[in-house]
């Protein structure tokens, strides 16, 4: 394998090649250009630098991606036979995928690669700008707004907004994040002298500019706190800390991890109540609602030196991809069932679980009884403590229910508190058997009566009654009723 050498043809104008880069192309009999579709190419012909391009692959693929992959391929071909000097414009190490291609293959391969200095387009749009990006600045591939994201906290450029069209994909999307009247510089052929263009606009007419081509960026400042038109995990962090700090919410100030105990709850709850409502509006809300719980013990703890929410965040990020081995390892799996056992196999080593009871006290004490029995149950059937048909279940809750009655009526009230739990316990297991969320059926059950209660009432002061002045059959007729009526 020959050498291979690449340089950067600066962003435009001539002013901008480096002498080393001129002394290499000067050196060789032919070098290789990623596109002739530059505008310092003249000038190297003025020069005498006999080249060829790699413009022909353009037009023969279909998608960008083919496109760097072809021209890596032709490259290492011509590296067989000869040394090889590839120039791309810009610098070698601000967007160009193909050299991101060549660095990975040649550490496949052994390929030494020599790199020439260049000046890159981002430095003659600081030049073009006037701006200093030491106090921040993101660059992000126009054309990858589906996977890169803009930072509201910084200046941004966004580059490769090749026409108009692509103009109106990035404007949508970029819409996501700005107002749509956010203003933004168009910057086309930066460091040109007479080419370069500066247009000042708002964000929702940079698809109406006709000189769109592939010299053009645009650049956007960053967002002040006031213009805001999305929030992100960043400003919420921000906003707590604030409401957390000096002069910030006697409240907010005053609260513990032990204070907020009933709100992580009672949040929690909301959330189902909005699922069970199926009201996207308002779980959008309760989500919000839980998330600030989230950030707001995290904040707490932070302040004590214990964790932080990166902590808090890595943590269940490790996690995911520690118990998802199918996904993000080799392991295959036959269907949901496999990964629940799998899921439980992993949680029991990251626990160093010794004996299966110990998974069982892992189950939080806090749980609703409900919710806590069924996980219970669950857990033992996994290694086969468990009834085979849904019919055992039923029997055995008949059996609870007739010791129920055995002692019900008798003045050991412990040992009627013992004989009521194995029959609710009992219940739940058909319950599992059945798939039912045993939490929510019950939950079903008291809106349910909650409803004919309703209607019992209000039929009895239609009639110029007051409830507490009906007798038993008179409110269980209109029970009745109200169950004919599906309330």
């Known amino acids: ?96 995928v193909t050299v991101q291609l060549l660095i990975k293959r040649a550490e496949k391969i052994g390929l030494s690669i020599e790199f020439v200095p260049s000046v890159s387009f981002v430095e003659a749009i600081f030049h073009t700008l006037k701006k200093d990006p030491i106090k921040g600045l993101k660059i992000i591939d126009g054309l990858q707004l589906d996977h890169q994201f803009p930072d509201l906290e910084t200046d941004v450029i966004v580059t490769q907004v090749y026409n108009k069209f692509v103009a109106s994909e990035m404007k949508l999307k970029l819409m996501e994040y700005y107002p749509d009247e956010y203003p933004i510089v168009v910057i086309r052929g930066a460091g040109i002298p007479n080419e370069e263009k500066i247009k000042n606009i708002m964000l929702y007419e940079l698809d109406r500019i006709e000189w769109l081509d592939y010299l053009t960026s645009i650049y956007i400042p960053k967002v002040g706190d006031t213009t805001l038109k999305a929030y992100t995990m960043n400003d919420l962090l921000k906003i707590m800390k604030r409401l957390r700090g000096k002069n910030g919410c006697p409240w907010d100030i005053e609260q513990t991890h ?156 412990d040992k009627i508190t013992e004989e009521l739990g194995d029959l609710i316990f009992a219940v739940v297991n058909v319950a599992r058997f059945l798939k039912v969320d045993p939490e929510l059926a019950l939950n079903g059950t008291i809106n349910k009566f909650i409803g004919r209660f309703q209607f019992i009432e209000k039929t009895a002061i239609k009639n110029g009654k007051k409830m507490e002045e009906m007798s038993l059959d008179e409110m269980d007729e209109l029970w009745n009723m109200a169950k004919i009526h599906k309330n």
């Open 258 to 413: 032990d204070s907020l105990k009933p709100y992580v709850i009672e949040e929690a709850y909301e959330v189902l109540e909005a699922l069970e409502e199926g009201d996207m509006s308002l779980l959008q809300e309760e989500l919000g609602d839980l998330l600030l719980q989230v950030v707001f013990h995290s904040q707490i703890a932070s302040e004590f030196g214990d964790f932080d929410i990166k902590d808090v965040i890595t943590g269940i990020a490790k996690k995911l991809i520690m118990r998802h081995p199918h996904v993000f390892e080799e392991l295959h799996v036959d269907g949901a069932e496999e990964v629940l056992k799998n899921w439980e196999e992993i949680k029991r080593k990251e626990k160093n679980e010794k004996t299966y009871t110990e998974s069982l006290k892992r189950i939080p004490k806090s749980l609703p009884a409900l919710m806590k029995s069924y996980k219970v149950q669950e857990k033992a059937a996994k290694v086969g403590f468990d009834w085979d048909y849904v019919e055992d279940a039923i029997e055995k809750v008949k059996e609870e229910l007739k010791e129920l009655l055995e002692v019900y009526n008798t003045e050991e009230h």
């Open 1 to 96: 394998m020959k050498k291979l050498t690449i340089i950067g043809l600066g962003p435009g104008s001539k002013e901008y090649l480096t002498i080393g880069a001129m002394e290499k192309m000067k050196s060789s009999e032919m070098i290789f250009l990623r596109t002739e579709k530059h505008p310092v190419v003249e000038y190297l012909k003025t020069q005498g630098i006999t080249y060829e391009s790699f413009d022909h692959v353009y037009e023969n693929q279909e998608s960008f991606d083919e496109v760097y992959e072809t021209i890596v391929e032709k490259i290492i071909d011509l590296l067989k036979e000869k040394d090889v000097v590839y120039a791309v414009p810009g610098s070698p190490f601000v967007a160009e």
